[in-house]
């Protein structure tokens, strides 16, 4: 198996990031159900990350493989999305009639949202050019190294039966199942440490 190389993402780098995650998406199920113009969804996925995810390029947690072909953006034990500016961009952007069900959506998210310190996967994603080299999987190994390390759960939303299943072969549980109205399926997956390491 070919050796990959992860590093660490910073503000600066962020542009460059998103632009692996936005090829990334184009084709994700929650994305598109909010986002399903083209021009919306391209115009709006930079400011959908910077609300959701915006500390990992402050705190240097959002990682890099390869250059930049696959991004993983963690956010440490005690930060979240900054709501006020997710709220803004939903409004800003996304269908009004989308909105009720967004909303029973969102408070499904968040219910199935960890209390306990965790480090929490808010967005991951690979250059769909390099999709099956193992990036992916090499981004996931080095992070929840660090989880290991640290003694914490990590946790995450899976939007697609395949990354689904990737996450269960990395010790991800199913911890429940979010879906509101017409939005799609998403998985609330918990990965608890390995302490025999």
Request: charged share 20%; hydrophobic share 45%; net charge negative.
């Amino acid at each position: 198996m070919a050796e990959h190389s992860v590093g660490i993402a910073t503000l600066e780098d962020g542009d460059k990031a998103i632009t692996t995650l936005e090829f990334a998406f184009a084709t994700d199920p929650v994305m598109r159900w909010l986002w399903p113009s083209p021009w919306t969804f391209h115009t709006t996925f930079s400011k959908f990350i910077d609300a959701v995810a915006r500390d990992a390029f402050v705190q240097g947690t959002a990682q890099t493989v390869d250059d930049g072909r696959g991004v993983a953006l963690w956010l440490p034990p005690g930060f979240a999305a900054d709501d006020v500016a997710l709220v803004q961009v939903i409004l800003e952007s996304v269908d009004p009639d989308l909105l009720t069900d967004l909303s029973e959506f969102s408070d499904m998210l968040r219910e199935h949202h960890p209390v306990v310190d965790h480090w929490y996967l808010a967005v991951t994603g690979v250059d769909p050019y390099f999709q099956g080299m193992g990036l992916g999987s090499t981004l996931l190994r080095h992070a929840l190294a660090r989880c290991d390390q640290d003694g914490l759960p990590a946790y995450l939303e899976a939007s697609t039966l395949r990354n689904r299943a990737l996450y269960e072969r990395f010790g991800f549980e199913e911890v429940g199942v979010i879906q509101a109205g017409s939005s799609p399926q998403v998985w609330a997956m918990m990965r608890h440490p390995n302490t025999t390491r």
